[in-house]
């Protein structure tokens, strides 16, 4: 039996912070790191020593882990944790964090995602990802993203009946959410016809279904509401979190994710239901994990994405609004960044500090993760409810 879980009053999570992206850059993971600290630091209007606490996450930094990257920072905290989890490790960094606060282990925590992307950066990163992927993918000449995603995304097509035309849509509303954020990699709308006849990559993913890997970095403040007001910062509070790991593994291809298992105590948690929500914000590195988001988080049943999407406007505007800054379809992955994206665009959204468009009267924003892609299944999902404070 599970024990019912603490809420989370008394938190807050504020201080929304982006390093602009780039393509490639010379830069190190260390740099966007310290950048974002020097950010974090400016927009709170705190020192730097105020920050006793700190959740890193970054495919980059290596040789150094979290422990390295506060000697290049100057810092001595009291609590860190590393949280290797890719697209997940936002919502995980924001609820670590959480209760770390609560338990008196720290008062102010930076979570900061941080990749740089040199030329050959993401082909290293690939080659090196797992030591599944070494021993049982790569020795059969598949290997990456793209080919793994190209095998789910065919399997769910076949078996729910998604088009091509279903995902155009969500990859559309996408670019036009992303069209006045400034350091959006993606800067033209973009057409159906555009989309349906993009170079393919991997049968049936092409060009347009694809994430373009970058440099940069997300990050965001968790400390105590009190804390928060004192500072006169704009925050938000959290209603509810669920974390999974390696879900359902006898499926013989992932067509769900870990939200399905907790998805029921998830909207228990948080006293509100999927119908509360004013906006979401699924990790989106290929538009066959948003729609198993959709699905998973209880805004419709299992295969039924497409026929629920079908009278809906997915633009900031519209009457369900999805990825609202572009997500990182149209905004670009800066590696682990991309976990963090979602958190900080509802942090945004929810404190009126957008930099693109913004979701008229919001009051909940639920912003969903994904990561650890290991050929047939991605291994880490989390998610979050966030209120406006």
């Known amino acids: 039996m599970v024990k019912k879980r603490q809420n989370y009053d008394g938190i807050a999570v504020c201080a929304p912070v982006t390093i602009p992206y780039s393509r490639y850059s010379l830069r190190s993971a260390q740099w966007f790191c310290g950048r974002s600290i020097a950010e974090l630091i400016k927009s709170a209007k705190i020192e730097k020593n105020d920050i006793d606490g ?67 950066t993401f082909r290293d990163t690939i080659a090196t ?81 694809c994430v373009m890997p970058c440099a940069g970095a ?12 004192s500072l006169h910062i704009p925050y938000t509070t959290i209603l509810s979190t669920i974390e999974r790991h390696n879900a359902f593994p006898d499926d013989p291809v992932q067509f769900r994710g870990g939200w399905a298992l907790d998805v029921d105590e998830f909207y228990s948690q948080a006293g509100i239901g999927p119908e509360d929500i004013n906006f979401l914000q699924a990790y989106d590195d290929y538009p066959v994990i948003c729609f198993m988001q959709i699905e998973d988080l209880g805004f419709c049943k299992k295969g039924e994405v497409a026929n629920f999407l079908s009278d809906k406007d997915l633009t900031v505007n519209g009457n369900f609004p999805v990825n609202t800054s572009g997500g990182q379809l149209s905004v670009g992955q800066a590696g682990a960044g991309g976990g963090y994206l979602g958190v900080v665009e509802t942090i945004r959204q929810l404190t009126q500090q957008t930099q693109g468009h913004q979701v008229e009267k919001a009051k909940h924003g639920l912003v969903s993760c994904f990561g650890m892609i290991n050929y047939d299944r991605g291994l880490c999902t989390s998610a979050a409810i966030l209120e406006r404070g």
Request: proline share 5%; net charge negative; aromatic share 10%.
């Open 129 to 209: 990802f797992s030591q599944f992927a070494n021993d049982a993918v790569y020795p059969y000449g598949s290997g990456g993203p793209n080919s793994s995603f190209a095998f789910l995304t065919d399997y769910y097509m076949r078996e729910f009946g998604v088009s091509r035309e279903d995902f155009g849509k969500l990859c559309i509303a996408q670019r036009d959410n992303a069209l006045p954020v400034a350091h959006a990699m993606m800067k033209k709308p973009l057409t159906m016809e555009q989309y349906l006849n993009a170079r393919l990559i991997a049968d049936p993913i092409r060009l347009f279904d």
């Open 54 to 120: 700190f959740c890193i996450s970054s495919f980059t930094l290596a040789p150094d882990s979290a422990v390295g990257l506060m000697q290049h920072a100057g810092v001595s905290p009291r609590w860190l944790d590393h949280i290797p989890m890719g697209g997940a490790s936002g919502v995980v960094a924001l609820r670590r964090a959480a209760r770390a606060i609560q338990a008196g282990d720290a008062e102010l925590i930076a979570c900061i995602g941080a990749d740089t992307n040199h030329v050959d």
């Open 218 to 229: 997300e990050a965001f403040l968790v400390m105590s509401d009190e804390r928060a007001q």
